[in-house]
């Protein structure tokens, strides 16, 4: 089957790369993809990183409506940035939490 996009939440290549070693199996990946014309597209650091994205969603099922990043960088917009810190409403365990 012929494809020439591929979109995943997780990118492969987790760490910046300034070189691919056919030695490596990500960087075999890439360039696989790169010879066959695919384009990958992985949003996983936008949306955690974007104000209402998945991370505020998780804090949602909390009950927690407000939080803020934990790390932020000058060009980020207000609220944006990696992580989130907030408070939880009431005290819970951590068997609560993840039932």
Avoid at 74 to 90: C, H, M, N, S
Wanted: proline fraction near 6%; include cysteine.
């Amino acid at each position: 089957k012929k494809a020439n996009a591929i979109v995943s939440y997780h990118p492969t290549p987790f760490r910046k790369s300034n070189r691919f070693d056919r030695s490596d199996v990500t960087a075999r990946i890439v360039l696989a993809l790169a010879k066959h014309d695919v384009a990958v597209y992985s949003p996983h650091v936008c949306l955690d990183c974007a104000v209402g994205g998945i991370n505020d969603w998780i804090l949602q099922a909390f009950g927690i409506t407000s939080s803020l990043p934990i790390t932020v960088r000058p060009v980020d917009a207000d609220g944006t940035g990696i992580g989130r810190k907030a408070a939880l409403p009431t005290e819970m365990t951590v068997k609560e939490a993840v039932e």
